[in-house]
């Protein structure tokens, strides 16, 4: 009885203290509410802005990665065939040839338009990979220069197309994970960029 009187005066004598200690409690369990309603809106925010994302990536592709990817194709298999031209003998007086290393040359023309367009699409959406569009329309443009230089030629075209086994590689990834293309392959591309330059630059 002594004890339970005793308990009873603690509580009357320290109610204040009892009184601010439950408010604090309250205002605590309201502050951690708030913010783990403030910190669960953040998240689906970023989940929102994130899905926004994926869909405008896969939507630009879509419009244009079957373009591109043939579009590289074409300009390099037509460099290649211009380069193996380059190693036949004209017949005197039959200007055939001479023609037709010009029309390849008008397609290598034509193909790097279309590649010069593309990467002014892709320089802003998917950046870094018109690095790798450039290096594809310069190296076709450059060979049409190397008819006495079959060797440097040939390299060069071999650069260019691991830049575009990467490229459509890193398409495709950006379009299945609604993604930017990845650091790594940006650089594997600048790498290969930057042997195409050196070759040209040392050339003979």
């Keep these: 009885m002594i004890l339970e009187q005793t308990t ?60 591109i990817g043939e579009n590289m194709h074409e300009i390099l298999a037509t460099a290649d065939i211009l380069v193996k031209k380059f190693q036949l003998t004209a017949h005197k007086n ?16 034509n193909n790097k338009k279309h590649l010069q367009k593309a990467k002014t699409v892709y320089r ?32 060069m075209l071999k650069l260019a197309d691991e830049i575009r086994k990467l490229i459509d590689r890193e398409i495709i990834y950006c379009y299945r994970n609604g993604d930017y293309p990845r650091k790594i392959t940006l650089l594997i591309i600048k790498f290969y960029a930057w042997r195409i330059r050196r070759s040209w630059n040392e050339r003979a």
């Design 94 to 109: 039959d200007p055939s040839l001479e023609r037709s290393i010009q029309q390849y040359k008008d397609r290598i023309d």
């Design 124 to 155: 802003y959406k998917l950046y870094g990979l018109d690095e790798g569009l450039s290096a594809i329309a310069r190296v076709a443009d450059w060979v049409k220069r190397l008819r006495d230089n079959i060797e440097l030629a040939s390299a």
């Design 8 to 67: 009873l005066d603690f509580f009357i004598k320290n109610k204040d203290a009892f009184l601010v200690m439950a408010g604090l409690g309250a205002l605590a369990t309201t502050s951690l509410t708030a913010m783990f309603s403030l910190l669960g809106a953040i998240q689906a925010k970023k989940i929102d802005e994130r899905i926004k994302r994926q869909e405008a990536i896969r939507k630009l592709l879509e419009d244009g990665m079957i373009g």
